[in-house]
């Protein structure tokens, strides 16, 4: 078991990483919190209550009230925010309850946006149940939901009180969304720790074949990363935009093929390989380092298939989200283990990456 602290300007708290925390949620929640209050509520959805829920309830002399999301993005909407605030205020729920997102990184985004909101903000505590939201979405406080207008277009920076990852509900986890969720950690390892680069490429099998040591070994570290980073720079107006490598392109995938052919980490695995590309055409990588990480990026796939024209990702990676007055954000690797941000990315670089990119997608990988 790993304890990993985030301390920024407006929030100290532990993130917990190991196997079997399920079965004492209650006890390590009384630790932060105090004595748990009359109210808590539980935010998670039916599949994963189906599998986990018993266990969950375990610990508790009082069972949360449970409170169900459909799984899927199309149901991460202020309407559904909307339908647990009231839920919540007609089982009494008050400012002194306490919420919990048990799920993914959509039940956590929407529980935490909840529980920012609610009665002016609530305390919450995040349980996340999938690779992904255990490295990435449970950590660093970004809560939110989508718009017809685009992804995470409303939200809040609201961290939860503490964060508990059990590496044994993983267990359950569809191989396909666990391949997905470990992009962020090869992501985390590219930016800034090469020691991790080293384990992932060492260990493939034993972190494909979901054994405790090395899952735990992964998730730690890839928390780590993120901690550090968060600790260094809450609000994304410096350093935390490195985490965003293999984001500007990989969010022109996930809108290209409107959200319904990639998981974002599987985007994100192709965004890598564009950014690389970039990084070693201005030689901030070398050749070498280029074949190591993107043979990396495959050892952790397969990456789906991809049938797109390169103008239109071009111009879908124009209209990222995360680029202010038109410029396009680009984050490149340094070496291994580091990165930088720049923003004088020509549109011939970014077409050749894109070329080269859809190139290798367009070969049969899966
Ligand atoms: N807040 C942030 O900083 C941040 C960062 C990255 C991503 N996100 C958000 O996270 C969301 C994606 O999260 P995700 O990848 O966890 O997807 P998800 O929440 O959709 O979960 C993936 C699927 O796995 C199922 N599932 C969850 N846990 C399971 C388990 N233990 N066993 C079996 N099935 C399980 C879910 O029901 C769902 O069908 C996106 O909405 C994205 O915008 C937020
Ligand atoms: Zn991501």
């Keep these: 078991m ?75 909407t202020i309407k559904n925010v909307e339908a647990l605030l009231r839920q919540m205020a007609q089982a009494g729920g008050d400012r002194g309850s306490l919420l919990i997102a048990f799920g993914g990184g959509i039940v956590g985004d929407v529980g935490g946006f909840a529980a920012s909101i609610f009665m002016r903000g609530i305390p919450y505590i995040q349980v996340p149940s999938t690779f ?49 969720g470990l992009m962020e950690s090869v992501k985390a390892g590219i930016i800034r720790d090469r020691a991790l680069v080293r384990y992932m490429e060492g260990h493939t099998d034993e972190v494909l074949g979901r054994d405790p040591k090395s899952l735990e070994k992964v998730i730690a570290a890839s928390i780590r990363m993120k901690a550090d980073v968060v600790n260094r720079d809450e609000r994304e107006s410096g350093l935390r935009m490195i985490l965003n490598f293999g984001h500007t392109v990989g969010h022109a995938l996930e809108q290209a093929t409107q959200y319904k052919l990639l998981l974002h980490g599987e ?55 995360k680029n202010v007055g038109g ?38 990988r899966s």
């Excluded at 410029?327 to 011939?348: K, Y």
């Design 132 to 180: 992904l939201a255990q490295v990435d979405s449970s950590v660093g406080g970004k809560t939110g939901v989508n718009l017809p207008e685009g992804k995470n277009l409303v939200g809040s920076f609201y961290h939860p009180l503490a964060v508990f990852a059990d590496i044994e509900v993983l267990g359950t986890l569809p191989d396909r969304e666990l391949r997905a």
């Design 2 to 76: 790993q304890t990993i602290r985030v301390e920024t300007p407006s929030a100290k708290y532990d993130v917990v990483a190991g196997s079997g925390l399920i079965g004492s949620l209650a006890p390590r929640m009384e630790r932060v919190y105090g004595k748990l209050p009359r109210r808590v509520f539980v935010l998670t959805s039916a599949p994963i209550w189906g599998l986990w829920g018993q266990a969950f309830l375990n610990s508790f002399a009082a069972p949360p009230i449970a409170m169900f999301l459909p799984p899927g993005e199309e149901h991460k």
């Design 267 to 321: 985007a994100v695995g192709w965004g890598m390989v564009a950014a690389l590309f970039v990084a070693r055409e201005r030689g901030t990588i070398s050749r070498a380092q280029f074949d190591r990480l993107e043979d990396l990026i495959h050892l952790y796939g397969p990456l789906p298939a991809l049938k797109l024209r390169v103008p239109k990702v071009v111009a879908a990676t124009s209209g990222d989200k």
């Design 327 to 364: 410029v396009t954000r680009f984050v490149l690797p340094v070496g291994i283990g580091d990165a930088g941000v720049v923003e004088d990315v020509s549109a011939a670089e970014l077409e050749a990456a894109v070329e080269y990119m859809l190139g290798r997608a367009g070969e049969k």
